[in-house]
Structures are given as C-alpha cells and as structure tokens.
C-alpha cells in the first residue's frame, strides 16, 4: 500500500541533511515494524520518496513523504507505531493512503510557506558568550515606529516587479528574477527577548517550475530597507502545498 | 548578554561542518536527570564523533554503565578543527553531548586509548575542558581522570595525564571502579580526597595508578619501575571476561543520525585470537579466544535490529572465519535477514577459499569489495612473521573471488618487518601479479567482458609492546621511504593500484608505542604548537612534531630505530597481558630461525602462559567444527 505521511522536523533535528533524515526515517520504519517495499536490482534501497529536501539548520512542521508498504496496515497504526520509535525531533503528524494521486509528490507541490527570524544586527562580526552579542537594535522603545518602518519596507518589496538575484549553478553564475515567485509577504517586530527581531512570514514558489529561497527574500528586504539584519536566520518552515486555481491544498487533502 | 549554550545554538552550530557531531539527542542517548544519580561519568574518544561511534567498546561500556540507576554516563568527542576554533574565540568549554556540561563539571572522565596518534588529541580535550593536563597539577576539586584500551598496555607516554588506567576488559570492571568512586563520595558529601581514592582503587585487579610508581633512568636509559606507594601491586595484570555469554553486550546501541565509519549494527561473534601473528598486539592483549553461543548471538542480532533499525549486520572479531560455529550462525542469520533487506558484513576475512564462500554467501544482499592481508610477499618472510598462509592460499583466494564475480581484491601488506630484504619486496610485486593474471585467466575463461584489478596497500611495520616484536628496531624513515619507493618500480601493471601509508606517522607511532614518561613533555610541546588529529595526514605536522621533540631534547630514533636488547628492563614490564615474557621471547627466536607455531585452537598448547597464569581457558563452542575449519594446505 502506498502512504503519504506528514512529519515535521523539529529544533532537536534541524541539523539533520536531507540524507541524514532519509536514514533516519528507515530506520524508523524497520524499528516500528513497518515492512518497506524495496527497488529491485544490485543495491535495493526502500520505496520511500520525499517531497522536498529541507536545508540543514531549518525546521519545519509539515513535511511529506510517500512510502511504499508490503502490508495493508491501517494509517492511523502507522502513525502510532513510527512516532513511539522516531528519534528525538521527528514526529509524523497525519497520514493518509494514496488513492487519487498518481503523480509523485515533488512533482505536484509548488507552494511553500514560512517564519522567518531575522535579528536586527550585524551577526557576521564573533560575540562573544559572556558580553553582549553587538546588537544594533537591542530592545526597541518606540514599537509603534518601528512597526511603522517594517510595513513600509514591506510594501516597498511587494510594489516592485521584478529583483534578480544571483545563482551559481553547474555553468556557473545565472540570474533570476525572484519576484514573481513571492505570493504573499509579511512582517512584524517580536517583542520580548535580548535582541530585537524582525519576524517574517512568506508564501513562496517552490518546485520544479522556480523555486525562491527565503533567505533570497531577506537578502531583498535588506537591499531595499535601512536596517542591518543579521545572517543568522531562523528559518521554519509552516507548509507545503499544491496550488490549484487559486486555492492551497494540502498534499493530504489530494492524495 | 547570551548564555553560551544559546550562542552555541543560534551562532555557531549553524556555522561548523557537521553540527550534528555534538548535539546527542540519538536514538537510544541516553539522558538522566543529574540529581538522581551517585556518579557522573565521562566516555571520551579522542577523535571525531564519526570515527568514536563506529567503536563497539564504546557501545558496550556506554550501555553497561547507564543501565545502572546509581551511574550516568555521557560522551564528548575530539571536536573538529573548525569547532575547536569557535570554541576557543567564543570562550566556551568543551562539554558532554548528552547534557551539555562542561566537561570539568564530572566527577570522572575515561579515555579510550586505540592509537598512540591520538595522544595530542587527549591534551586538546583536557586544555578545551580547562582541566589543567598534569595529573599532580589537579586537585580534588577536578574529575579524575582515567583510561583504558590498546594503548594501555604501554601508557607512559601519557602517564603525567592521567590518574590511572585500567588493563583488559572493561566491562569486567568498570563497574566496581564506580561503586569505589561512588562510596569515596557518597562519605565526603559528594566531595573525593584524589589521593585517598587513588589508593582504594589501586586494590583493583587492573588499576594502574601512574603516580604510585617511578621511573628510573641511568645515563639516559630506562632501568625500571620503582613502587613508591605501599598500596601499589608491583605488577598490574590485566582483566578478562571469562565467557562471553556471561558478558553484558549492548542491545539498545546508540543509532547515530550521521552517517559514521562504521554505520551498522555489531554482534561481537568472538574475542581474542590465537593464530599468533608476531607483530600483532591484538592478538596477545586479547588473549584467551572467547566465543559466544551461536544461539545467543542470533538472539541478540534479532533485538538489535529491532532496537536499532540499522539495514546491515556485522559479525565482529578479530577473526570471525575462525568461529567454530561461524557456518551455521551465517545460514541462521542469513535465513532471517535476507527477507528484511538487512546484509551481512564479515569484518576481517582470513586467506583461504573457506573464507571467500562465506563472503559469497554474506554478499546476497549487498556486495562490497574484498581485502585479504597476507602481510608479506614470500614464504620466508611469512613465517618469520607466523602469518601462516601460503602463496598456493593466496591463489586459491583469488580463484574463488573472481570466479564468484567479483573483479577487485585488496591485498594488505606491511613493509619493514624485521629480517626483510629486497627479495622479499619483490615477493610482493610478484604475488600481485600472480593474483592479477589468476584474475584474468578467470574472467576469460568465464566469457566475463570487464577486467581484473588489484590493490596493494602496504603499512609500516611498527614494533608494539607485549609482541614477539617488541625489541626490535623499526626501520629508519628513510629506509621505510626508499622500500616504498622501491615497490613503486616494481609494480608495473597499471591494473595493480599501489597505496601506501605515511611513514611518518608509522615512525612516531613507534615511539610513542616504545616510549617512556619521557615523551609526555614532547607530547605537551608538540600540542603547544598545534599538533592535533595527527591520524588525518590532512592535519599532520611532522615537521611541528620533530621541532617538539628538539625542544624537548629527545631523539627520536633512539626509541623507534634502535633494538632493545632482551634482557633491558622495558616501560611496560610491569603491566601484564597475562602473556609470559618468556613466550614471547620464544616466539622470537623462531622468527629468526624462520620458524611457525600452530594455534592453540587446532595444535598443542604453546603455553603462552594466559590460561596458567590468569585461570582463564579457551572457550571454543564446537569442537567438531574447529576441526573441519583446519585446511589441509595450512601448515
């Protein structure tokens, strides 16, 4: 039977590669008991395909997988069996078997959203564990203006039409225009906490038609705003889905 | 202001190669909560987490030691280069995975000591600890630091470091180490009189307290040990499992998230090995051959593959052809891991066509290539060694693997051994050959399309303590240099790759395996100037280490080129392997009279004195078995 699960990778397991989660999530099938089907030929490897790769330092709580089981076994037994042996910072969240869906997830999902912290100062510089880290912005007084400067930087990046950012690939240098790729953007000051923090969310295009990174789109906002951010970035990301005729659906919805 | 643990995660984490190497949140980590627990402990590796993990001996005390509710234990290994230098700027402590405590803040730290080369390692952990690296410089207040492995057989090198170190097998006695350590605390309000402690421990069978001795030298040379603590035995004997059944092994192994050296689950078949290769020192330290049941070895396969989830198995030992069940328990564990996808590794495989069966039969489900190590290039040298096979071996090993369809085969062996002459590296150009044109004439005569290649690696031979060979001088580096460079002219065929190790690093292998308490201050020099991860010749110094060993005023040649004349008191006599001085010197007069010993397993008891002297006994499983496995071409 063929099983699209939704996991999320958490704080604990943001360090893991894309081959280290891969690993891990075998591991976790054969733990639980849970019969993969396998690739014929010299080295078999299990049929398990993942919907995108995430970025080592970045977590997210709905990532997907589809994976290939030698048993009918029912999907909420699945869930339970994989989470009592998931390592720490791994979790599946739901599951679903695959019944309308035959295209492979990665092919379908083109949408991808997510929270970003971006802390307001030079970052690049060394701080130190027992002085405080250079802060530019340490704690805000006037909130109220600050806000009023992020949504000013905000709109300015959603009014423009295009901004080329460069991408080295096999040929070298390429540019691309990340614009069209940016759906929906927004931002806010977090309170709270040693060091001021601008905190982003965004929908972007992700997929084999383009695909924006979002550090692409901090780097945009610091081209086009005054303020220093820093190059440590918490990136989270909150979903992937399949756009369709202006609605998102999740990729459980549509298997 | 951020606390370190903080700008660990958010800053430098993110930044260094492989974040995952110290974090510790595995499957199977183990975490307690320090408050319920008597005795906080310390597994160090002095070497990259990837390498560490892949150590089975880390597994087996890491498991043992936390299935006790009064004991914890946590693990920190060498940080990498690029994480030692955040940690240094930054100004954090090196600490545990599991807790993230720095590692001054635990009552005892264990050193494992697997290779003389990772001793520079060791004072970089301590320094990144901020414990101070002299044990006498330590007080109370400091973990005590102790060590145990290979390298322990002979520790003077390293001896100013420690507080003491432990012989033999650990699993057989770490366990009354903590309740020693534990009850010393438990009277003091949790507090240790290091001196005090030192000496209840010292009561240990195994204990080596260095401090409790001292060295005496005369014009420069050594001339013994002298006992100047009363509790000290004059001679430490090392500690041995009796039956392997018996032994705690790990079911719930750690499951790395990284993908490490060795990235499978174990079952440790056997221990021990009593071919007797002359140079080797596993197989005395080692000594008596042990062997688990065929039954529970199936059992404990099954569990960890359930605990582990790992998709392959490996049966180790340090000669696992040699078990005398290994037919059966291959079949056994085949039949039931095959339908899951989970392969079978055989670690080590001896040179004979038996040995390639059973890598046939493991390889159903993954196939890997093959090495055999017939250690040197003629039949002379092969018995100066007592590496009993044969060239005849050697060809029928190569017949079977390339008729089983494979075309590569790794061929191991080691340059410098003692009474080796040019003949006998042209021995080893020409086996190679041979092995090569068996290959060929395969693969024709099978209508294969693809070609046959060999791969010759050859080491330098390194004199270790408690060996046959451990008075004889290591050839000198340029020697070393100028035989590799003569192999090099003599290999020819281009389907024959040529690899060979730095001899550097085999030199000052030497002298650190044959060194006295001497060297411990050219070891503090040579980190002084940067020295660290000197197995990884992209991070080894040479020229650093000689400038060390100036500074201090020690030539090293002395200790690695020149022979130690028999009746010369040794550093490491006063520890003992429960192997007799007087076998190994036995041992060497036949080397030199090219002359073989049979292994107790098959031949005649050559009363290397473990099993009179230790009360032990070989423990073979079946006896037809040992038997069948004794081929009629082996001598």
């Known amino acids: 039977m063929l099983l699209c699960i939704q996991y999320s990778k958490e704080e604990e397991a943001r360090f893991l590669s894309h081959l280290d989660l891969m690993t891990a999530m075998e591991r976790a099938f054969r733990r639980a008991g849970l019969p993969l089907a396998f690739s014929e030929g010299f080295n078999p490897h299990p049929r398990v395909s993942f919907a995108s790769a995430l970025a080592v330092g970045v977590t997210s709580e709905a990532e997907y997988l589809d994976v290939q089981l030698l048993e009918e076994i029912p999907a909420d037994e699945v869930l339970q069996r994989l989470n009592k042996v998931l390592p720490c910072g791994l979790c599946v969240r739901g599951a679903v078997p695959v019944t309308k869906r035959t295209e492979s997830l990665m092919a379908l999902i083109n949408l991808a959203r997510y929270r970003v912290e971006v802390p307001f100062h030079s970052g690049d510089g060394v701080s130190s564990a027992s002085t405080s880290d250079g802060a530019l912005y340490p704690p805000v007084e006037d909130v109220a203006g600050m806000q009023e400067k992020i949504n000013k930087v905000i709109s300015d990046v959603l009014a423009t039409t295009t901004y080329l950012v460069q991408r080295k690939s096999k040929k070298g240098l390429r540019e691309v225009d990340i614009r069209p790729g940016i759906r929906e953007l927004t931002g806010r000051l977090k309170e709270g906490g040693a060091e001021s923090i601008l905190l982003l969310e965004m929908a972007v295009q992700i997929g084999s038609d383009g695909n924006v990174k979002p550090e692409e789109v901090v780097g945009m906002i610091g081209a086009l705003s005054p303020f220093h951010l820093g190059n440590n970035l918490r990136i989270h990301r909150l979903g992937l889905y399949i756009e369709t005729n202006g609605h998102d659906w999740s990729p459980l919805e549509l298997s | 202001m951020k606390e370190w643990k903080q700008v660990l995660t958010e800053e430098v984490l993110p930044k260094v190669s492989k974040p995952l190497r110290y974090l510790g949140n595995e499957y199977n980590a183990v975490k307690k909560d320090r408050e319920t627990v008597k005795l906080h402990s310390l597994f160090a590796f002095p070497d990259v987490y990837e390498v560490g993990m892949s150590h089975l001996g880390l597994q087996i005390i890491y498991g043992l030691v936390n299935e006790q509710p009064e004991y914890s234990m946590e693990r920190v290994f060498a940080p990498w280069v690029d994480f030692e230098a955040e940690l240094r700027t930054r100004g954090i402590p090196l600490f545990s995975l599991e807790s993230m405590t720095p590692i001054a803040e635990f009552d005892c730290i264990g050193f494992t000591l697997q290779y003389e080369m990772s001793y520079s390692n060791i004072l970089n952990m301590l320094d990144l600890g901020r414990i101070p690296l002299l044990a006498r410089e330590r007080g109370d207040e400091y973990p005590l630091i102790m060590a145990g492995g290979p390298c322990a057989f002979n520790p003077e090198p390293i001896a100013d470091f420690f507080d003491f170190f432990v012989l033999g097998e650990g699993e057989e006695v770490i366990l009354e180490l903590f309740k020693i350590m534990a009850e010393h605390r438990g009277r003091r309000n949790g507090k240790q009189e290091k001196r005090t402690l030192l000496k209840e421990l010292a009561r240990i069978q195994g204990v080596y307290v260095p401090s409790f001795y001292?060295?005496?030298?005369?014009?420069?040379?050594?001339?013994?040990?002298?006992?100047?603590?009363?509790?000290?035995?004059?001679?430490?004997?090392?500690?041995?499992?009796?039956?392997?059944?018996?032994?705690?092994?790990?079911?719930?192994?750690?499951?790395?998230?990284?993908?490490?050296?060795?990235?499978?689950?174990?079952?440790?078949?056997?221990?021990?090995?009593?071919?007797?290769?002359?140079?080797?020192?596993?197989?005395?330290?080692?000594?008596?051959?042990?062997?688990?049941?065929?039954?529970?070895?199936?059992?404990?396969?099954?569990?960890?593959?359930?605990?582990?989830?790992?998709?392959?198995?490996?049966?180790?030992?340090?000669?696992?052809?040699?078990?005398?069940?290994?037919?059966?328990?291959?079949?056994?564990?085949?039949?039931?891991?095959?339908?899951?996808?989970?392969?079978?590794?055989?670690?080590?495989?001896?040179?004979?066509?038996?040995?390639?069966?059973?890598?046939?039969?493991?390889?159903?489900?993954?196939?890997?290539?093959?090495?055999?190590?017939?250690?040197?290039?003629?039949?002379?040298?092969?018995?100066?060694?007592?590496?009993?096979?044969?060239?005849?071996?050697?060809?029928?090993?190569?017949?079977?693997?390339?008729?089983?369809?494979?075309?590569?085969?790794?061929l191991y062996f080691m340059l410098g051994l003692p009474t080796e002459t040019f003949a006998d590296l042209d021995g080893i150009a020409e086996l190679a050959a041979k092995v090569l044109q068996r290959g060929r004439e395969i693969l024709r005569e099978t209508g294969s399309k693809k070609s046959p290649s060999v791969t010759v690696s050859v080491s330098s031979f390194v004199p270790k303590p408690h060996t046959p060979f451990q008075w004889e001088a290591q050839d000198s580096l340029e020697t070393l240099q100028e035989k590799q460079r003569y192999l090099r002219t003599k290999i020819k065929d281009k389907r024959i790759v040529y690899h060979y190790h730095e001899a550097e690093l085999s030199f000052l292998e030497a002298v650190f395996a044959k060194g006295d308490r001497r060297l411990g201050r050219v070891l503090i020099e040579a980190w002084r100037r940067g020295c660290r991860f000197d197995g990884w010749s992209e991070h080894f110094r040479y020229e650093t280490w000689l400038e060390a060993f100036r500074e201090v005023g020690i030539v090293p040649e002395q200790i690695a080129n020149i022979p130690i004349d028999t009746d010369s008191p040794l550093p490491w006599d006063h520890l003992e392997s429960g192997v007799q001085k007087k076998y190994l010197l036995r041992e060497r007069e036949k080397a030199y009279q090219v002359a073989t010993t049979g292994d107790c397993r098959f031949t005649s008891c050559a009363v290397c004195g473990i099993c009179q002297d230790l009360d032990v006994a070989l423990h073979l499983r079946s006896a037809s078995n040992s038997k069948a496995i004794l081929h009629p071409t082996e001598r």
Request: charged share 25%.
């Open chain 2, 214 to 410: 001292e060295a005496k030298y005369s014009q420069g040379k050594f001339t013994g040990m002298k006992v100047i603590e009363p509790e000290a035995a004059p001679r430490v004997v090392k500690r041995v499992v009796r039956d392997l059944d018996a032994a705690y092994f790990p079911l719930k192994p750690i499951v790395p998230y990284l993908e490490v050296v060795h990235d499978r689950m174990m079952v440790e078949v056997l221990r021990g090995c009593t071919r007797g290769c002359r140079f080797c020192q596993a197989g005395v330290l080692y000594r008596p051959v042990r062997e688990r049941s065929k039954e529970l070895l199936v059992e404990q396969a099954e569990q960890l593959s359930q605990n582990t989830g790992h998709n392959e198995i490996s049966m180790t030992s340090l000669s696992t052809s040699d078990y005398t069940c290994v037919e059966p328990l291959l079949k056994e564990v085949l039949n039931r891991f095959a339908g899951r996808n989970i392969g079978v590794s055989l670690p080590s495989l001896r040179v004979d066509s038996f040995s390639v069966n059973l890598a046939k039969e493991v390889q159903r489900v993954r196939k890997t290539g093959l090495t055999f190590a017939p250690e040197a290039g003629t039949q002379r040298l092969r018995d100066v060694i007592n590496k009993n096979v044969t060239e005849e071996n050697m060809l029928q090993v190569a017949e079977a693997v390339f008729r089983e369809g494979w075309t590569q085969l790794k």
